[in-house]
């Protein structure tokens, strides 16, 4: 049996991934993402920022990326909609 991804780790139905992406640059503009960056217990670097879907509400995203020392460095190795919305 297969389990089925947790809700929280899949965006709305109806996107395309061109707007998923674009949700993605949104919450993670530019490297300043608007809830900034935290690192988790087992070391990875994680962010976390908002972004709205195409009908105005909006969306927390988080991910994680690349260990820079400036944070305008660093890059998305990943991302999935927020367990916190």
């Known amino acids: 049996m297969i389990d089925k991804p947790l809700p929280h780790t899949m965006f709305p139905r109806g996107l395309t991934?061109?707007?998923v992406k674009q949700l993605a640059e949104?919450?993670?503009?530019?490297?300043?993402?608007?809830?900034?960056?935290?690192?988790?217990?087992d070391g990875r670097v994680a962010w976390e920022g908002i972004a709205s879907l195409p009908d105005g509400s909006p969306i927390r995203i988080s991910g994680h990326v690349s260990k820079a020392t400036n944070p305008v460095d660093r890059s998305v190795l990943h991302y999935y909609p927020s367990e916190e919305q």
Do not use: M, S, V
Not at 26 to 41: D, K, L, S, V
């Open 17 to 19: 991934p061109a707007q």
């Open 26 to 41: 949104e919450a993670w503009n530019g490297g300043r993402p608007f809830y900034g960056y935290y690192t988790e217990a």
